[in-house]
């Protein structure tokens, strides 16, 4: 019988440490095709078992199997593997480019590629992502020029931001791109304020929040399931859960609410767990969410249930806090490998093909990187003129400005 005459302070704990034997017996992985798939305009009380699973159509054999398969013809799917398999190319082409010296940052997307290559595709032309640090697939699955995302990473003279924005901090309106913050959480209440501004005002648009796992625990995630659950903004509501925030397990953050998704519950959002490293699974979890967001049927919260093979960024050690084998028993596998090995098995792919298709990609980001650096790079090249500095933040340059641009010689 436990004292109760003194209190105990309890931390989560992971499940292993560096050096340990990697153990993922506590994640639940449903047989793929085995979680139903419901109408649109669900009641989100008859669904809450869903919060608690994981959607999966690819299964061990590479078949897309159940009612969320069958969405993709072979042409997208492919097209889906290029995404993704140029997304992994540049992330190694950047980190390579960040350890020599050319850029001072880098943060990678590896294992993650899925997540925000198969969403993009859901979504329509103006739809509005607001987006943390991990989804340059958004930009690569809409064809933004991978010159213009290397020549912010350089900060150049040819840098679309001007050399104002942290590396990989990329932005694009036309891209429906929001400039990415590097303080965490800020940017899922302003999505939510987006996509109520969208409905306010009788337009077609609908936004899309994006937040890792660590950073739920901020209060600007709550403060949004408040307003978009009070006010049905039409938001898709994304939670990376990649299974690490910088240095913390998941744990620290998700608390004992069991999962992200279940966090929506309590606000009367349907909630959603996807298998993050299938590309068909995301891409049909995301055209679900976003119909229902269409159809004035108000938010959901789709948790991406993938891993983080990479550093949180260049500026991370991950072996010193967890163990390093433990991506190789990351029990959902690769997403680029699934997606290969499930065109393979359906007869429109192959090794050899897959083998060419690496050698195009690199030779392609190669090219670019060739002419991103033509332009400059962080200690070398070309860089953004310091007139840059007192542009476009004013309408009307005010007069301390202008007395200090004139100081400036600029």
Avoid at 20 to 45: C, Q, Y
Avoid at 46 to 58: C, E, G, H, K, N
Avoid at 80 to 100: K, P, S, V, Y
Avoid at 131 to 158: C, H, W
């Amino acid at each position: 019988m436990a004292d109760a005459g003194m209190l105990r302070f309890h931390v989560p704990e992971p499940e292993v440490r560096p050096g340990g034997t990697p153990d993922f017996s506590n994640v639940t992985i449903p047989k793929a095709g085995s979680v139903p798939r419901p109408e649109i305009d669900v009641d989100p009380r008859t669904i809450r078992d869903m919060a608690f699973s994981i959607i999966r159509v690819l299964n061990r054999a590479g078949e897309a199997v159940g009612p969320w398969a069958g969405l993709l013809t072979d042409e997208e799917l492919l097209e889906g593997l290029r995404h993704m398999m140029t997304l992994r190319t540049f992330d190694a082409r950047m980190q390579m480019a960040q350890r020599q010296g050319k850029t001072s940052f880098y943060m990678q997307h590896l294992g993650e590629e899925a997540v925000s290559c198969a969403f993009r595709k859901a979504l329509k032309p103006g739809d509005m992502n607001f987006p943390t640090y991990r989804q340059a697939g958004l930009l690569i699955a809409d064809g933004y020029p991978m010159v213009m995302m290397m020549n912010q990473i350089y900060s150049n003279e040819a840098d679309p931001l001007k050399g104002r924005q942290l590396p990989i901090m990329y932005s694009s309106k036309e891209h429906g791109f929001f400039s990415i913050s590097g303080n965490l959480a800020t940017q899922y209440i302003q999505a939510v304020g987006w996509a109520m501004a969208s409905a306010i005002s009788k337009d077609s648009r609908i936004a899309a929040a994006w937040i890792g796992d660590g950073s739920t625990a901020e209060s600007d995630f709550h403060a949004a399931l408040v307003f978009a659950s009070t006010y049905k903004a039409p938001v898709v509501l994304n939670v990376v859960n990649n299974q690490w925030a910088i240095s913390t397990f998941q744990g620290i953050a998700r608390g004992g609410s069991g999962t992200f998704a279940a966090r929506g519950l309590g606000f009367g959002i349907p909630s959603l767990r996807v298998d993050g490293n299938d590309y068909l699974a995301v891409h049909a979890v995301a055209k679900w969410a976003i119909e229902r967001a269409r159809r004035n049927l108000g938010p959901t919260l789709v948790e991406y249930v993938t891993y983080r093979v990479g550093a949180h960024s260049s500026s991370d050690d991950p072996s010193a806090y967890r163990p390093k084998a433990e991506s190789d028993a990351w029990p959902l596998g690769d997403p680029v490998v699934r997606l290969k090995n499930h065109l393979i098995h359906k007869g429109v792919w192959s090794e050899d093909r897959h083998t060419q298709a690496e050698a195009e990609i690199l030779a392609t980001v190669i090219a670019a990187q060739k002419e991103a650096e033509s332009h400059g790079t962080l200690h070398a090249g070309g860089k953004p003129s310091t007139r840059d500095m007192f542009e476009g933040v004013y309408a009307e340059m005010p007069p301390h400005l202008r007395r200090q641009r004139q100081q400036a010689g600029v």
